[in-house]
């Protein structure tokens, strides 16, 4: 009986865009990836550059609420900035936060608040000679950042 390694989590990444096509990304990243390394991948699927800080957070809705949560600021040096209780996304492996099909809220600038549901959608082995991360489906135009 083969063993199967779930090394690879496919992470789905919608972005939350009222009024238009809810346009998704799914991603297959290395679980023990952190979650600067998830945010990062996220945002160039989208075309987006990484220019501001970001959060996950565990209420999708209503983020000021979140009783778990992971900060950019804290790994900045701009913890004031930070809710309380915020873990660092830098020192956070993706395998600790998505365990089941939970899905968090990754909020992106702070100012102009870019919303994504992202959500476990499945696990594969590692494929030998693959370069992690990439995406694996795209759905709908990505909005422009600017």
């Not at 063993?3 to 990304?25: E, N, V």
Request: one cysteine or more; glycine letters at 4%; a negative charge.
């Amino acid at each position: 009986m083969k063993i199967l390694h779930t090394d690879i989590y496919h992470i789905k990444a919608t972005c939350l865009i009222d009024g238009r096509d809810k346009p998704y990304r799914i991603i297959a990243i290395e679980k023990y990836k952190n979650l600067t390394n998830l945010a990062e991948a996220i945002l160039s699927s989208f075309g987006f550059g990484c220019d501001h800080c970001f959060g996950f957070y565990d209420d999708i809705k209503h983020w000021m609420k979140s009783k778990v949560c992971y900060e950019r600021f804290v790994d900045v040096e701009q913890e004031y900035f930070a809710m309380d209780d915020a873990e660092s996304p830098n020192k956070t492996n993706i395998d600790k936060v998505f365990t089941g099909s939970t899905p968090m809220l990754f909020l992106f600038d702070y100012g102009d608040e870019w919303h994504f549901k992202v959500e476990l959608v499945n696990k594969s082995e590692i494929t030998p000679n693959k370069a992690y991360p990439y995406v694996i489906e795209e759905h709908g135009k990505a909005p422009k950042q600017y």
